[in-house]
């Protein structure tokens, strides 16, 4: 099909209907720092159903997005939407595809739709690195396993991986450095004109009120004070971040490594939601889409390299939908790291101007589950009617995601 054929509307097609997000907190000391991801999704999904203005009962079908909460998060995801609002009418499942799982639960609930197993359905991710993230207990390899060279491969840290691509291709650290800062620097101007507000819904928490506590005496120690707060910027972002200042960082994962914390996605506490209907449902029920999804692709890459999975997959959903490179006209690939990010875009012959343009997870955040999800409320605000924008990431265990929409 052709450009022009993909910007048709037509009553089966897959249409986004609304797309938003919490602001993205620091992990283990930011505003969502005092609750679990349960809580977090509820608050969003209440926020979320106000704002667009949806039945709850039109939703046929629920997809959540979480890698660390135990089962991902099944039965307490759920529960949490359940007590925003969304009957028990509308099933649930829970999606772990790491990096990925936000952007797999769109693609469950747009293929379920393509389908007409469902005419409406809500997707989304969330995570709260907080809560679940931390060192994990040893688990005993069996036998079986513990020299098999595949097997191993797949235990490697993500870090490593990042050393093992810029290697590889031989991605200095200047250069991810640069990049790195570019994404500070966006997204503090972001930021400062605005240009977040509309895609985030500010959420209420109660936090540990640390300076109550301090006034209390110690006899009233084990009364926990708390306070009332509104969660509504993302915290990652760091003002006048040079290429030199991020320079001075130690290396986060060799001595001699090129990765850094400050050329790194940053631990995240967050949520996104976006909602999906038939565009003939759409209508029926007076909703105006804000744009047409089109397709999805997953593909395997060596777990050592796992960095390089948007280089294979974009490509892929490219050829896919008979599309080139320049006929995207925005680009979202995450930021997991500055080095598999830099080599993905160059691989791939994308120009770097049409890429991240609010800045990526090294300013914002990556909440694992969230941003795939996250993806779709950024891009949104940032193509105009008729253009066509891709999101994409790396998946640990060696694998990448990308996925296409029109903006109506």
Same mark, same amino acid.
């Given at each position: ?121 809500? @997707? =989304? ?12 207990? +040893?688990? *005993?390899?069996?036998? #079986?396993? !513990? ?113 850094? @914390? =400050? ?12 909602? +999906?209907? *038939?565009?003939?449902? #759409?209508? !029926? ?114 694998? =990448? ?8």
């Amino acid at each position: 099909m052709s450009k022009e054929q993909y910007r048709q509307k037509n009553p089966d097609d897959v249409v986004v209907v609304a797309a938003y997000r919490t602001a993205l907190t620091k992990g283990g000391r930011g505003g969502f720092k005092d609750v679990g991801s349960d809580y977090i999704l509820r608050q969003l999904a209440h926020e979320f159903i106000k704002k667009v203005g949806v039945d709850p009962k039109l939703i046929q079908d629920v997809a959540i997005g979480n890698v660390l909460h135990k089962r991902g998060g099944d039965f307490e995801h759920r529960g949490a939407l359940m007590s925003a609002g969304i009957p028990y009418s509308a099933p649930f499942v829970a999606i772990n595809r790491q990096c990925s799982s936000g952007l797999m639960a769109i693609s469950q609930v747009a293929n379920k739709i393509k389908l007409g197993e469902i005419e409406c359905g809500l @997707a =989304g991710g969330v995570e709260s690195m907080t809560k679940d993230y931390g060192p994990q207990a +040893l688990v *005993k390899i069996d036998p #079986a396993y !513990e020299n098999n060279e595949e097997f191993l491969k797949n235990q490697i840290p993500m870090g490593i991986t990042n050393e093992n691509v810029c290697e590889k291709f031989n991605i200095k650290r200047d250069v991810q450095d640069k990049f790195a800062a570019g994404s500070y620097n966006k997204a503090e101007k972001a930021q400062k004109e605005g240009k977040f507000k509309d895609e985030i819904l500010p959420i209420k928490v109660w936090q540990e009120d640390e300076e109550a506590e301090d006034d209390e005496n110690d006899d009233d120690d084990d009364d926990v004070k708390e306070k009332e707060v509104i969660i509504e910027l993302d915290e990652g972002i760091r003002p006048g971040v040079t290429a030199e200042k991020l320079a001075k960082i130690k290396p986060a994962f060799k001595d001699d490594g090129v990765s850094s @914390a =400050g050329n790194s996605s940053q631990v995240s506490d967050g949520a996104a939601l976006v909602l +999906l209907m *038939k565009r003939s449902f #759409a209508e !029926e029920h007076g909703f105006k889409p804000v744009a047409k999804y089109l397709s999805c692709s997953i593909v395997g890459v060596p777990p050592e390299i796992m960095g390089v999975g948007p280089a294979v997959a974009i490509p892929k959903i490219l050829k896919q939908l008979n599309l080139k490179i320049d006929d995207i006209d925005v680009y979202e690939i995450n930021e997991a790291f500055a080095g598999q990010c830099l080599y993905s875009i160059e691989s791939c012959g994308i120009n770097e101007d049409k890429v991240n343009l609010n800045g990526g997870a090294i300013a914002l955040g990556h909440p694992m589950g969230c941003t795939g999800a996250r993806q779709y409320a950024t891009i949104l605000r940032l193509l105009e009617p008729g253009q066509f924008g891709l999101t994409s990431m790396c998946i640990g265990t060696g694998m =990448g995601a990308a996925s296409v929409i029109v903006k109506e």
